[in-house]
Nanobody
Framework: QVQLVESGGGLVQVGGSLRLSCAAVGRDLSEFHIGWFRQVPGAEREFVAAISRSGATTVYADSVKGRFTISRDNAKNTGDLKMNNLKPEDAAAYFC???????????????????WGQGTQVTVSS
């Protein structure tokens, strides 16, 4: 059974930084295309960033472009989302998602991801 597990959430001040990590249990993370999504209560889950299996392709939501960086180290079996210059509107539960077969044109699409983590909370205080 495959599970994705997020870590690294927490409380940070406006303008601060956090690094979220995604790990896989049951399968090497290097096999997955990885996406990060976020959700606040009462709202739909939204796309944040995604990276292809090789790391050659990255995609970002306009709202985080230039502030967030998605990366992966397949040798270490890790996938990270580095978040800089955090704003109050970045506060949300962040979810790591993965799929084994994902075209680059579908990386923003929630239904394209088969595997999901339980989420990690990011709180931004002003």
């Amino acid at each position: 059974q495959v599970q994705l597990v997020e870590s690294g959430g927490g409380l940070v001040q406006v303008g601060g930084s956090l690094r979220l990590s995604c790990a896989a249990v049951g399968r090497d993370l290097s096999e997955f295309h990885i996406g990060w999504f976020r959700q606040v209560p009462g709202a739909e889950r939204e796309f944040v960033a995604a990276i292809s299996r090789s790391g050659a392709t990255t995609v970002y939501a306009d709202s985080v472009k230039g502030r967030f960086t998605i990366s992966r180290d397949n040798a270490k079996n890790t996938g990270d989302l580095k978040m800089n210059n955090l704003k109050p509107e970045d506060a949300a539960a962040y979810f790591c998602a993965g799929d084994l077969r994902l075209g680059t044109n579908r990386m923003r699409d929630i239904p394209s991801y088969r595997y999901w983590g339980q989420g990690t909370q990011v709180t931004v205080s002003s």
